[in-house]
């Protein structure tokens, strides 16, 4: 049994990880079946979610930024329908304290700020503040990679582990600053966020050791290239690697994972 705090509930699960369902209330999300609003969110109940992670933003590479007012546009009233029938924990997937506030006052849990914090510093007052849980992601300049791979780089780093531990403790410091606990901090590795191959194999294999273990890790693999690399075939269909990714990631620290299949993983957590 594991569990997590809420601003004013715990969550639990008899599992060995959370799992995060993706509701991707987007035209342009890179997995197209992820797209959807409440009937998608109503399914990954229904299949086992312990979370919805809900964003009206796409971060895929070349993603076109969403205004302020169209993302609350998108959000609100999933969020609304969602609370009619469910208390299922909300995660909001954005980068901007405006959305995360209106979602919040209608009753989302969670922020999963993709930028931890660097878009919009106000989010970490807020947060800290009000005492909500949040995911910091450690995210490399789109292109990063392609450019040390074309030069023969297989990692930019010499201890990934370490770099990023350090780029966590400080987005961190500015939340508990405001009075955040850290227990209701996610760290996420930002696997293929500009990172390369050998760095985010280094990443799944070593994820519990981020921060000396200090905070919770999330695992975000679902489909994404490396997936492809590891199982040598781009074109393949990704679910069975990511989910072997999301075990062997679990299996060394991980108890949150970020999926867009949640059917196969509460199968497999079962199973486990």
């Known amino acids: 049994m594991i569990s997590f705090p809420l601003k004013t509930r715990t969550v639990e699960t008899s599992r060995k990880a959370f799992v995060m369902g993706i509701v991707n209330i987007t035209p342009d999300s890179f997995y197209e079946k992820s797209r959807g609003g409440i009937e998608r969110a109503l399914k990954l109940i229904e299949e086992g979610a312990d979370i919805l992670d809900l964003g009206a933003e796409s971060?895929?590479?070349?993603?076109?930024?969403?205004?302020?007012?169209?993302?609350?546009?998108?959000?609100?009233?999933?969020?609304?329908?969602?609370?009619?029938?469910?208390?299922?924990?909300?995660?909001?997937?954005?980068?901007?304290?405006?959305?995360?506030e209106a979602c919040f006052t209608e009753g989302a849990d969670i922020l999963n700020d993709v930028s931890s914090f660097d878009f919009?510093?106000?989010?970490?007052?807020?947060?800290?503040?009000?005492?909500?849980?949040?995911?910091?992601?450690?995210?490399?300049?789109?292109?990063?990679?392609?450019?040390?791979e074309n030069?023969?780089?297989?990692?930019?780093?010499?201890?990934?582990?370490?770099?990023?531990?350090?780029?966590?403790?400080k987005r961190i410091s500015l939340v508990t600053s405001f009075g955040l606990d850290s227990e209701k901090i996610i760290v996420d590795p930002g696997i293929g966020f500009g990172k390369t191959y050998e760095e985010n194999l280094a990443l799944i294999n070593n994820c519990g050791k981020l921060c000396g273990g200090k905070y919770r890790v999330m695992m975000a693999l679902s489909r994404k290239r490396c997936i492809g690399q590891m199982?040598?075939?781009?074109?393949?269909?990704?679910?069975?690697?990511?989910?072997?990714?999301?075990?062997?990631?679990?299996?060394?620290?991980?108890?949150?994972?970020r999926v867009h299949d949640v059917d196969a993983h509460v199968q497999v957590l079962k199973t486990l």
């Not at 998108?74 to 609304?80: E, M, N, Q, T």
């Not at 807020?126 to 910091?136: H, Y």
């Not at 023969?152 to 370490?162: F, H, L, Y």
């Not at 074109?235 to 108890?255: C, F, P, S």
């Open 231 to 257: 199982i040598g075939d781009m074109e393949a269909d990704r679910l069975q690697g990511t989910v072997d990714a999301d075990l062997i990631a679990i299996k060394n620290g991980a108890e949150f994972i």
């Open 120 to 148: 919009d510093s106000s989010m970490a007052e807020f947060c800290g503040k009000e005492n909500v849980p949040v995911i910091l992601t450690h995210t490399y300049p789109h292109g990063r990679e392609k450019e040390l």
């Open 151 to 169: 030069n023969g780089i297989k990692s930019g780093s010499s201890d990934i582990i370490a770099e990023l531990s350090e780029y966590f403790e």
């Open 59 to 100: 971060t895929r590479p070349g993603f076109t930024e969403v205004p302020v007012e169209e993302e609350i546009r998108r959000l609100i009233p999933v969020i609304k329908e969602i609370r009619k029938i469910s208390n299922i924990p909300l995660s909001i997937d954005t980068r901007k304290k405006a959305v995360f």
